[in-house]
């Protein structure tokens, strides 16, 4: 491994600086730090484009639901492809894709295919974790590991190292229980501690994983039963951000070292907590629809521990 | 914890007139009084459903998202079901049958088998 941030002391001290900065559709830009919303104008275009330019982007995608054609949105397949150019069209590449889960809507070995040749014809590597979506074909996530589960372990987690930062790709949507969340289990946890240890703690974490990983709203499942476990073994890093799809909107929460967030979905929105009959899929009035869909950008500095996340909508 | 839906049947008057007379002409024959459990708005009506032993009980999706019928205990699990999709299963035996969605485990319901 290769850490370009082995200045402890400087790592520790900063981590409340973290900065993150979220880009809605029309540009509009803002700041959380040491958990406080900061407006706009405190970083400066200027800042955040200096930031895209020493450092390194990767992007992430998330709730593609290929095959999903229902009123919410009938053309989920064109919405991906739309992202994909968006992305293929970034005048900064990124280094890489993450995907967090719910490649396809169904399982079906055509779904898997379509998504493959969209998202793969951009040309980055791109790392999955799955979605419970892509887990129901007839062999209970045979064709999910079969595609993407080389090199992984149980089923299906991963880690890997980027530019001095180390990425956590986590399983929880699996053994799900009777009344119970996303679920981690304690095979996967036991290889977390394993993992983790030769990492150092001023080494910048990155977790990704399909359903949230901090209690969003319970009520409609949005949650990780034995998240707490994971995350105390991530305590002892300055650093730690945690990506998450499944909700299709944009959530977020700073606690100490860990920033939650979570990616909408390129295919269609999903409701606030609570604010309908169920979490469903949400029907907009058309034009609003690509408004509510997309991607997420995340940039880390050079030299520094900052991660600066942008979401971009397909508007 | 077994949650009670609030909504019922919502729309079911409306769509009666026309839809329910079609579907009934063309669906084969079942039997009136045959139970069904419908999966709607992320839970199944009626959560809890007490039917005779040896009866079959239909559950059907009528969600935008595909859901799985599993038995709390493992004794059963549907394939999953996409919208409309139906699952039928024979209850023999008298007992409690709790189960839950194996996607979206906050899920529950129950059928309970008494002569």
Known sequence: MNHHHDNEADGISRRHALECMIWAGTGVLWTISAGVPVSLSLLGAAEAAEAMATGFTFLQISDSHIGFDKAANPHAIDTLKEAMGKIQALPQKPAFMIHTGDITHLSKAAQFDNAAQIIGGAGFDVHYVPGEHDLIDDGNGQAYLERYGKGTKGAGWYSFDQNGVHFIGLVNVVNLKAGGLGNLGADQLAWLVDDLKAVSASTPIVVFAHIPLWAVYPEWGWGTDDAAQALALLKRFGSVTVLNGHIHQIMQKVEGNVTFHTARSTAFPQPAPGTAASPGPMTVPAGQLRGLLGTSSVTVKQGGQDLAIIDSTLA | ?115
Not at chain 2, 74 to 90: E, H, M, N, Q, V
Request: aromatic share 12%.
């Open chain 2, 1 to 115: 914890m077994i949650r009670f839906p609030t909504r019922l049947f919502v729309g079911f008057p409306v769509a009666f007139s026309l839809a329910a007379i079609l579907a009934i002409a063309s669906a084969p024959l079942k039997a009136a009084d045959e139970p069904m459990v419908k999966i709607e708005n992320f839970a199944f009506t009626p959560a809890v459903l007490t039917v005779k032993p040896g009866t079959v009980v239909t559950f059907q999706n009528d969600d935008d998202i595909p859901h799985l019928v599993v038995a709390n205990d493992g004794s059963f699990r549907s394939k999953a079901l996409d919208t409309g999709d139906t699952y039928a299963l024979t209850f023999t035996k008298a007992g409690d049958y709790a189960y839950f969605c194996g996607l979206h485990p906050h899920m529950q319901g129950r059928i309970t088998v008494a002569p």
